[in-house]
């Protein structure tokens, strides 16, 4: 059970600013939270809502901002008798009385994101409201709160006669439309109070659950990127290692099962590594080398075309020419005069 905190206006917590982008909306879904808000009122009569980390002054950065459109005009409906201007929670907050009022309820929402402890916390005109963090992986990363109720054990008239009358005499409202609005507004005992305060706390755990479910599927996912990652390069080490040894002996007469084994690899196995990272066969590619030395050596070396085959590792010169003319486009002795030309 919470604790009950009676009559604490402690002083306003220090201000933290929200986190721009709240890590609670990011672990579970903002539709998701507030279906079950939704749920919470439909049962107990009480609105709630969810705010990333603590309560900071007057700047509430709850669910609803993160809500579709549909969703968000269910969150206005259900706090229509709070948060409209004809609401009661509107016409309390009037002016700086409001500083006064919630002092207990800032200090609370505080200790809560401290403690980690759901409280109910009653506070002037016998005004209550419920807290409750949302505590994943051991770190408070949001609470939540319900909305204005009257605690009717023992209700105090007197301050909502008082603060009726200050509000007719300022024009802010009349006296009778602020009754109004505090007949829409949720009357409790302390028992109904603590029930509802044990079925927000199960929410809120809940609501953990499935974040702390989401929190380490995202873990998961992040060790599985950097297996992938370190996959990634483990391949393009062995495709760099085969490029260096095809580039040291290519006039060698090098097979597959050679450059597989190099490496330590299956000869299909090592090819399909290859080929996906190189977008051709390991053969293929030293096919390529051979004719880009061959060019060097036909053009800067001034070779003939048998030598230059036996110097690529051709034992047969026609081979060599067939291999030349079908990447280049032409033989190797046209290709030479071309060069020299």
């Known amino acids: 059970m919470g604790a009950f905190h009676e009559g604490d206006a402690g002083g306003a917590p220090p201000w933290l600013e929200p986190l721009s982008a709240p890590r609670l909306f990011q672990l579970l879904e903002p539709a998701r939270l507030w279906d079950f808000l939704r749920d919470f009122?439909?049962?107990t009569k009480l609105g709630v809502f969810a705010v990333p980390q603590v309560y900071a002054g007057n700047d509430w950065p709850g669910v609803e901002q993160y809500l579709d459109a549909a969703r968000r005009r269910e969150y206005a409906e259900a706090t229509a008798d709070y948060a409209a201007p004809e609401g009661f929670l509107s016409m309390v907050t009037a002016r700086t009385e409001a500083d006064r009022v919630f002092s207990a309820a800032r200090a609370a929402a505080f200790r809560v994101s401290r403690t980690g402890a759901p409280e109910l916390v009653v506070h002037a005109g016998n005004l209550a409201h419920l807290f409750a963090p949302v505590v994943v992986s051991g770190e408070v990363l949001g609470s939540l709160l319900t909305w204005s109720a009257v605690f009717c054990?023992?209700?105090?008239?007197?301050?909502?006669e008082r603060w009726a009358g200050e509000l007719e005499a300022r024009g802010v409202v009349s006296a009778a439309a602020y009754w109004r609005a505090m007949r829409?507004?949720?009357?409790?005992?302390?028992?109904?109070?603590?029930?509802?305060?044990?079925?927000?706390?199960?929410?809120?755990?809940?609501i953990a659950d499935l974040a702390e479910q989401n929190?380490?599927?995202?873990?998961?996912?992040?060790r599985m990127h950097q297996t992938i990652g370190q996959l990634r390069q483990w391949r393009q080490q062995v495709v760099q290692e085969v490029e260096r040894y095809m580039q040291a002996h290519y006039a060698d007469p090098i097979r597959l099962q050679d450059l597989a084994d190099h490496v330590?690899?299956?000869p299909s196995y090592f090819s399909q590594i290859f080929r996906e990272e190189m977008g051709q066969s390991p053969i293929d590619r030293l096919i390529d080398l051979r004719i880009a030395r061959a060019k060097h050596l036909l053009r800067d070396e001034g070779l003939g075309v048998t030598e230059v085959a036996g110097e690529i590792g051709y034992d047969s010169v026609s081979y060599f020419i067939r291999q030349f003319s079908a990447r280049v486009g032409v033989t190797p002795g046209r290709w030479a005069r071309r060069a020299d030309a």
């Open 153 to 160: 054990d023992a209700p105090d008239l007197e301050w909502h």
């Open 184 to 206: 829409r507004v949720p009357t409790l005992s302390r028992a109904q109070l603590q029930a509802s305060l044990r079925m927000l706390r199960l929410v809120s755990g809940t």
């Open 215 to 222: 929190l380490r599927q995202a873990a998961d996912l992040e």
């Open 41 to 43: 009122q439909t049962v």
């Open 264 to 266: 330590a690899l299956s």
